[in-house]
């Protein structure tokens, strides 16, 4: 065998490799998006309740991931934990007097945010829903004003005030203690001359996290924010012995999105726009995690909210497509339909207009606020035999599906994280929004 000359060979691969380096896009690996959702959903993490046991897990899991990417975290922090704490507040005993006679516990209800409460004479008003009034609007009228007060309820409205009494007695959940008024509704047949009452609940405090990195960009207040929450219902009632809940689809297969595209992006170039990678918490609790999350912000910094749900099954229409919640709400969905066009992977409306989706998850919390915050899902919504079952399981999931969903978003992205684009703000997003909820 002749001597081949090893320098030229050894230059031609040291440049080849360094060549390719250079232009080489990096790229999200099943073998990832696999391994986090499987991490996720397996029965260790009890199904990830944001008041369970399983979520501090989760938590610490998706921060070893973003350490291990190399994300930086918020200023002045050294972790890429957001906490926070919510009070849960559950009635304890009363003693409701009203004209000297006591009024027995079928006949009022609460709505109340501190551990005790009085109302007297001296501190608040009495108002009437009578005979004539429609309930359901004065009781709305009444509950979201800015004034505590007694609401005398004519028993004409006894079904109903009793359906409000059962949902409303169970518990209430604030970030504050004492930060809102307090109003209490009561069943009485004569005219209010005087009263003394007083309310007890049990507080109980629980402390959650959202978790936070970050990729500094060339302009700090123009953000991108990826997310998807992290928590899910927990331990449910059993199903051939199986109780627990263990959210692979929802909401696993979103968190592997965000992990794998703060990847994806950490080993790109510094990106024009700052980008935030965002696991809340409690989301399905109430949307704890991102209200908190965007109390801290500036709406006006955030320039798109790409969230991510259930991107673990594809829809009827196949694989290689997924749509955007509130499509016509922005031009986000738009601009992520242009930016894969010459892809094999197309983004679409949501085709479950029925199922109010835009409303159900944390983007409409940013959107209230006129963030262009829309949900990408794959999921066949309507007819999914595992949604909030114990049966959404790891091996239901379609990990080349999610895969390729996570490569189009990061490509669709692009053009906003360059800012070569910007998504149109959500207009009237309080009004928009509330009133469809
Ligand atoms: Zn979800």
Redesign the pocket.
Known sequence: MDRIPLLPILFATTFGLLFSACTQQPTVSEQNVSRIMETLSSDQMKGRHAFGSGIELAADFISAEFENIGLSTLPGKDNFRQEFSIYTLKPKNASIIINNREVGGQYYFGLTNAETVSWTPNNTNVNYISAQDDYRKKFGEYSSDDESSVIVVDGEHEKLFHKYRTYFSRSNRTFELNSEPNDIFVIFDEKVNSYDITLENTVKSQGLSNIIGKIEGKRENEIVLFSA?YDHIGVVSAVDEDSIANGAN??ASGVSAVIELARYFQNMPKPERTLYFVGFTA??VGGYGSKYFSQQMDPNDIVAMFNI??IGKPDVDGANSAWITGFDKSTFGEILQNSVSDSNFVFYPDPYPNQNLFYR?DNATLAKLGVPAHTISTTPIDVDQDYHRVSDEFNTLDITHATNTIRAIAKAARVIISAEQTPTRILNGEDNLTSNK
Do not use: G, K, L, W
Request: charged letters at 50%.
């Open positions: 929450h929802d909401n989301e399905e749900e259930m998850s």
